[in-house]
């Protein structure tokens, strides 16, 4: 073997600096492809085998993405805002509606007065704190939501509680009352009206006894009348009074006047206006009849 030769199967590296590439050269001077390695008999080696992972994968049609809405396209219409609720009732309205609103009202302790029927200042100022207290606009006015929720919150008022002032309508008289001169009483809506020949003359709100000293039912007849009386029995002035069954008189009650029907007589039938009192007093006779009913 001469100077400079390379022995076969000595395998040499020749680093090919000028391109920066590392290439590697077999011992017959055959060269390989750059992108693998030749067999040591120059041919190529078999190829691998790829996995079904590495066989790339046929593509699918294309999703075609979603333009987004230009100035000219549609657009969402916003949520309008819910409408105010209606109104139902309000200051300088009145009527029966008015008068369960503020029984209901005072039933829970935010209207302080007797039932009017009459949706003034109080009535305001009672709905404006009930609907603060809930969390609701502080209007005053009575809409469908304050009314739903007094609603909730109470129940159907009696009729005392909705006349618990007076003022109720008088119950149908008796058949007893529709001849001659009767001071006919209806211990239902706590009234006395008085009729001449089956008509009203004057209506009046009057107070009973109490469950205890409870005010006689029937037919009398008034047998005296005393302009200033004072009671022997308990002390008391009785104004006005027209007896009709032992110490039982209709009369001017000034503790009815004052404290309404908190309060009750022991019999007699208690009369709180006293111009009423005082005009009737001046028209009834001795002799007239006294119906009291229920």
Request: positive net charge; contains cysteine; glycine residues 12%.
């Amino acid at each position: 073997m001469g100077k400079g030769a390379i022995s076969a199967g000595t395998v040499a590296v020749l680093v090919v600096l000028a391109g920066c590439k590392a290439v590697a050269v077999d011992t017959d001077g055959g060269r390989p492809s750059e992108g693998g390695s030749g067999g040591g008999d120059g041919r190529p080696r078999a190829t691998a085998t790829r996995s079904p992972t590495d066989t790339p994968s046929t593509p699918g049609p294309k999703s075609t993405p979603s333009r987004p809405s230009t100035p000219d396209g549609p657009e969402s219409t916003p949520t309008p805002p819910p409408a105010p609720a209606k109104v139902l009732m309000e200051r300088g309205d009145d009527g029966g509606q008015v008068r369960e609103l503020q029984a209901r009202l005072r039933q829970i302790g935010w209207f302080l007065q007797y039932p009017s029927g009459t949706y003034g200042p109080a009535t305001t100022g009672a709905v404006e704190n009930f609907q603060d207290k809930r969390g609701l606009p502080r209007t005053g006015a009575t809409d469908t939501v304050t009314w739903q929720r007094l609603l909730d919150m109470t129940r159907e008022p009696t009729r005392l509680e909705l006349y618990a002032g007076g003022g109720m309508p008088p119950a149908p008289p008796d058949k007893r009352c529709l001849t001659g001169r009767v001071l006919c009483l209806a211990k239902s809506s706590r009234t006395l009206t008085w009729m001449i020949d089956g008509k009203a003359v004057s209506t009046m709100d009057v107070r009973f006894g109490s469950q205890y000293t409870p005010t006689r039912e029937g037919t009398f007849s008034v047998y005296w009348k005393s302009r200033h009386h004072v009671s022997t029995l308990y002390d008391t002035p009785m104004p006005y009074a027209m007896f009709f069954s032992g110490g039982q008189a209709v009369h001017f009650s000034a503790d009815f006047a004052a404290r309404g029907y908190a309060g009750g007589s022991h019999g007699c039938v208690n009369v709180r206006d006293e111009k009423k009192i005082a005009s009737l007093f001046a028209q009834v006779r001795k002799g007239d009849r006294v119906v009291i009913y229920k």
